[in-house]
């Protein structure tokens, strides 16, 4: 069983920041990509950021220059850096990863929880 488990979100005042945390634990024997979504109330979900194992990164529009993603692959741990938070960040942010199990191998998403943040004017 693997479980994503994350942390860090609140509230913060527009141009404050917050770093969220996700850590995978269970029978892992292999993550690909990481990454962080969100969805705002009445909208889709949608993409924030995603890192693949080799560290290469990807961003919406919306937030590049301002979040950065990374991982720490030894700790099985993904964060995610929110500078220059705007009210429309608000949103429940959810980790994803593609996870091998120990078994099966077989390549999974898995995702976590959610947290809120909720960024005010």
């Known amino acids: 069983q693997v479980q994503l488990v994350e942390s860090g979100g609140g509230l913060v005042q527009a141009g404050g920041s917050l770093r969220l945390s996700c850590a995978a634990s269970g029978s892992i024997f292999s993550i690909n990509a990481m990454g962080w979504y969100r969805q705002a109330p009445g909208k889709q979900r949608e993409l924030v950021a995603a890192?693949?194992?080799?560290?290469?990164?990807n961003y919406a529009d919306s937030v590049k220059g301002r979040f950065t993603i990374s991982r720490d692959n030894a700790k099985n741990t993904v964060y995610l850096q929110m500078n220059s938070l705007k009210p429309e960040d608000t949103a429940v942010y959810y980790c994803?990863?593609?996870?091998?199990?120990?078994?099966?191998?077989?390549?999974?998403?898995?995702w976590g929880q959610g947290t809120q943040v909720t960024v005010s004017s």
């Open positions: 890192v693949t194992s080799d560290g290469s990164t």
């Open positions: 994803n990863a593609q996870v091998v199990p120990s078994f099966p191998r077989v390549n999974h998403i898995y």
